[in-house]
């Protein structure tokens, strides 16, 4: 199985401020198809994960511009420009390249 | 839209049984891959299986001796069976759609979870 590894694990944001997530994966997720087979999604206090960022860079319908994924090969980062206190939850990478899909650990990200 | 049910409980040794029905759109002709994942307490969220329409099955290699995924598409709804369970299948328990057959989006949309519960 692929293993991912984010970090932090934690983060305190201050709104307005930036924030900055990586994920390393135990093999390069670069598809065939030059895919970048890597998703972010987060997951709000009492509700289900949703989908922020697919195939590395792409940002998901309805999800603020303010978040962006950048990376290739087996490193790849979350960004969020100014953090807003929706923002608040724990945010996973998600490897789509094979089966069984795995997930990071999750990192938690509370506004101060 | 998802919906998840099934039992809240179940004992040591038993076989979960959860449905996940479908609104808004029909399971028949899809090409979205219907699944199951589940958020351990402290460790996470680990996939379980997919299957799309045409019925092929794909499932974690952790979890494949006790785990069967499968569709009724005349309820348009898709099952999860696991056997054998442990307090360690203690979980909140989505179902989702993990992907599609013609394109990807990421695993775009997911139940509201049921949690459930292994104890005598």
Redesign the interface.
């Known amino acids: 199985?692929i293993v991912l590894t984010q970090s932090p694990l934690f983060l305190s944001v201050t709104p307005g401020e930036p924030a900055s997530i990586s994920c390393r994966s135990s093999q390069s997720l670069l598809h065939s198809n030059g895919?970048k087979c890597l998703?972010w999604?987060l997951q709000r206090p009492g509700q289900?994960?949703?989908?922020l960022?697919?195939?590395g860079s792409?940002r998901?319908?309805g999800v603020p511009d303010r978040f962006s994924g950048s990376g290739s090969g087996s490193y790849f980062t979350l960004k969020i420009s100014r953090v807003e206190a929706e923002d608040v939850g724990t945010y996973?990478c998600?490897q789509?390249l094979q089966?069984?899909?795995?997930?990071?650990?999750?990192t938690k990200v509370e506004i101060k | 839209q998802l919906q998840e049910s099934g039992p809240g409980l179940v004992r040591p040794s038993e076989t979960l049984s959860l449905t996940c029905s479908v609104f808004g759109g029909s399971i028949s002709g899809s090409t979205y891959y219907w699944g199951w994942v589940r958020r351990l307490p402290g460790k996470g969220l680990e996939w379980i299986a997919s299957i799309p329409y045409s019925g092929s099955t794909y499932y974690n290699p952790s979890l494949r001796s006790r785990v069967t995924i499968f569709l009724d598409t005349s309820k348009n709804q898709f099952s999860l069976q696991l056997s054998s369970m442990t307090a360690a299948d203690s979980a909140l328990y989505y179902c989702l759609i993990t992907g599609r057959t013609d394109s990807y989006y990421g695993m775009e949309v997911w139940g509201q979870g049921t949690t459930v519960t292994v104890s005598s």
Not at chain 1, 99 to 106: E, M, V
């Open positions: 199985d895919n998703d999604y289900s994960p949703q989908v960022i697919y195939l792409n998901a319908s996973y998600m789509a089966t069984p899909r795995t997930f990071g650990q999750g």
